[in-house]
């Protein structure tokens, strides 16, 4: 089937303490934006990438994203209100299915993105990249109340991969109960809706911290 696209990339990335918002930080000769855009275009199956800036977005223009596939919108509030706004864009009769990644996830490969879709496919229903936790996982503030069973816990990572118009509606729905909507599949999971699990790559990491851009720089020269 014929598949959208939609990049997130409306934040400010204050935890980035850096002159601009992170998916705009240079690495590897472009920006972070770029490198998150570029696997998601090389897929012949996507045909529309909506991208959400913004409003008063001084940086988008001068980077070198002029695939015509790729449609502006307006961002939100927050990161899910820039996801529901460019999904009403999406006309769900042609693209009856809908990829969202983090405009922060530069390293996310061109094979886990595949593998996700097929396996979505095949599936019949929505998925998201996920990686297994291997750390002992402790629940508490000041002091450990309890150590958390780490069996079956995993990473949410993005892309994550769903019906078009289930997924805006699930994301509605979840805003309107006031349901806190940190992934899509969160809303998926509201709706009742199944979510896969694929197993994809700890080196798909989200830029948050000043540090993750130099992991990134690392893993982009390694052969990965
Ligand atoms: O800040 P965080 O790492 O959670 O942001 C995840 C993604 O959501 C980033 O690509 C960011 O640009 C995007 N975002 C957005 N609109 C917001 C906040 C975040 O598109 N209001």
């Known amino acids: 089937p014929a598949i959208a ?4 990339a409306a934040g400010v990335g204050q935890r980035m303490q850096a002159d601009k918002p992170k998916q ?9 934006l770029e490198h998150s855009v570029q696997p998601l275009l090389s897929l012949e199956s996507v045909g529309q990438l909506y991208l959400a800036l913004s409003a008063d977005d001084p940086y988008f223009a001068a980077t070198g994203l002029t695939d015509p596939r790729i449609i502006r919108v307006e961002g939100g509030a927050e990161r ?13 009769v042609r693209y009856p ?3 969202v990644h983090d405009a922060a996830r530069p390293l996310v490969r061109r094979a886990d993105i595949q593998l996700l879709i097929e ?7 929505g998925g998201i990249l996920a990686t297994p936790v291997r750390d002992t996982m402790k629940r508490g503030q000041q002091q450990v109340q309890h150590t958390v069973d780490r ?3 995993w990473h949410a990572l993005t892309p994550q991969f769903f019906p078009t118009a289930l997924l805006t509606a699930a ?14 599949a969160s809303a998926m999971e509201w709706a009742q809706q199944s979510v896969l699990l694929v197993e994809g790559h700890s080196d798909n990491l989200k830029i948050t911290r000043p540090a993750d851009l130099q992991l990134a720089a690392f893993y982009l020269e390694q052969n990965r």
């Not at 705009?24 to 972070?32: E, I, N, S, W």
Request: net charge negative; proline share 2%; aromatic share 4%.
């Open 5 to 8: 696209a939609v990049i997130p």
């Open 24 to 32: 705009y930080l240079r690495l590897h000769g472009k920006t972070v």
């Open 80 to 92: 899910v209100h820039s996801v529901l706004n460019a999904l009403q864009h999406i006309d769900a």
């Open 97 to 99: 299915w809908v990829l």
């Open 119 to 125: 396996r979505c496919l095949a599936a019949g229903h």
């Open 151 to 153: 069996t079956d816990l």
């Open 171 to 184: 994301i509605g729905g979840a805003l309107a109960a006031g349901v806190a909507v940190t992934d899509e």
